[in-house]
């Protein structure tokens, strides 16, 4: 999974990058709202960690743009804005979670999880996107609840392929098609 965090305080947006890297998330880190735009414009992310105070601009503003641009990744404000008004404010404007600051690190690798497993957001799940093939290719995958290995077909002990384990390698490796000769 690949996340994007917009933070402009360098030591947290290092503590947070490592912390969500050993919990095994590709992480990039911007420190502006011009950087996150190019980053957002180049790069499909499963979710983004928002600081509201930004440099160059305020991150209510960077999420108000995404959502007005039909962006639907999932988006995570992590800010000292700790009133009540402010969270109000965040969500109304398309954060999906609200996080203040100072934050315990289990805590945002939690509810970073927890935006990932909604339902239609987060993870790409179309079998034809580069980053479901991958992510199935890595980790297997499952058929019908049955899980399927992807690596290459047995060989029986007369030299021939098992027909059955590669049917089953052939379809986990490019989906339910019909393959045919060329």
Known sequence: MR???????????????????????????????????????????????????????????LLAELRGKGNLTPVLVLTARDAVEDRVRGLDTGADDYLVKPFAIEELIARTKALLRRPGRGARNDPESREYQLRHRRTGCQDWGRRISLAAPRKRNSG????????????ARFGRKTLRAR
């Open 160 to 171: 021939t392929f098992d027909a059955t384990s590669w049917s089953r390698c052939a379809k």
């Open 3 to 61: 996340l994007l965090i917009v933070e402009d305080e360098t030591r947290i947006a290092e503590l947070v990058q490592g912390a969500l890297a050993r919990a095994g998330f590709a992480v990039d880190t911007v420190a502006l709202c011009a950087d996150a735009r190019a980053a957002l414009a180049v790069t499909s992310y499963d979710a983004a960690i928002v600081d509201l105070g930004l440099p160059d601009g305020d991150g209510l503003g």
